[in-house]
């Protein structure tokens, strides 16, 4: 009897629920699918984010076929990006083998800075909008060069948090780019956005499994819900008041981010 539900079925389950999610919302996956496997199926933290680096690059490979085809990727802000990111994943991925990842020092640092990511997501999507607004004017005349170096700069921010946590694209990235550059239109900072977390989820994720952090069937099972769960979220997130649903998420985020941190 304790075994009618296969473990396999429930992942697959999981990633379906996350890839609706992140259908209806565009969140990055990394915000729900590292605790949930946390905290509900008990996976030690640093197999949590290395597996969903893969998890979410395979993801993004799909969203950045559909973006590319609709000419909504921005190749120069990709490199930007990917100028501060790759080298600081690449440094985070040498200073994280130093360490035991299976040991309770680091479990205790990765779950500590998810929680703290999860929190900040979770204002970039209760107050986006208005950071957005507060600070127009005074980025509006920033001139070319400045914001391509803090670009790179969120690049390299991206990179380190992203590596360590899964977490750090998606909401925050976002809007710190529509800062950045006020006359790009949404649609294309946001396909940019995707595209940049390939090759950086892909590196991060290689990483990890170098060190020995990505289990390979819980990440197929959790591709195989996922694909037809985003494509659902997505034909979801026609018909639903994106206010409602990003208020749902940020507080399902802090609620998490709270038990990470207790």
């Not at 990179?159 to 710190?176: C, D, E, F, K």
Request: glycine share 12%; with cysteine.
């Amino acid at each position: 009897m304790e075994h009618l539900v296969s473990p396999d079925l429930v992942y697959a389950i999981s990633g379906f629920c996350v890839g609706l999610l992140v259908g209806m919302t565009g969140v990055g996956g990394g915000s729900l699918m590292t605790p949930l496997l946390i905290l509900l199926f008990g996976v030690h933290p640093s197999t949590a984010v290395g597996t969903d680096l893969l998890f979410a690059a395979s993801t993004k490979a799909t969203g950045t076929i559909v973006h590319a085809a609709a000419r909504t990727v921005d190749w120069m802000l990709v490199r930007l990006l990917a100028i501060g990111s790759m080298p600081a994943s690449i440094a985070t991925l040498v200073l994280l083998s130093r360490f035991d990842l299976n040991g309770a020092v680091a479990q205790h640092a990765i779950t500590v800075t998810l929680g703290s990511v999860l929190f900040l997501t979770a204002l970039f999507l209760i107050a986006g909008k208005s950071i957005r607004i507060r600070y127009a004017d005074r980025l509006r005349n920033l001139d070319a060069r400045t914001a391509r170096l803090l670009t790179i700069a969120l690049g390299l921010t991206m990179g380190v948090l992203v590596t360590i946590t899964s977490v750090g694209a998606g909401a925050i990235g976002v809007t710190v780019l529509l800062l950045l550059h006020p006359k790009m239109a949404a649609g294309r900072i946001v396909g940019s956005d995707i595209a940049h977390g390939v090759p950086l989820t892909v590196l991060a994720g290689a990483g990890h499994w170098y060190l020995g952090s990505v289990d390979w069937t819980l990440l197929g099972n959790l591709l195989i819900g996922s694909l037809p769960g985003i494509v659902f979220g997505s034909y979801l997130a026609t018909r639903a008041r994106d206010a409602f649903v990003r208020m749902t998420l940020a507080g399902i985020l802090v609620i998490v981010g709270v038990r990470l941190l207790a």
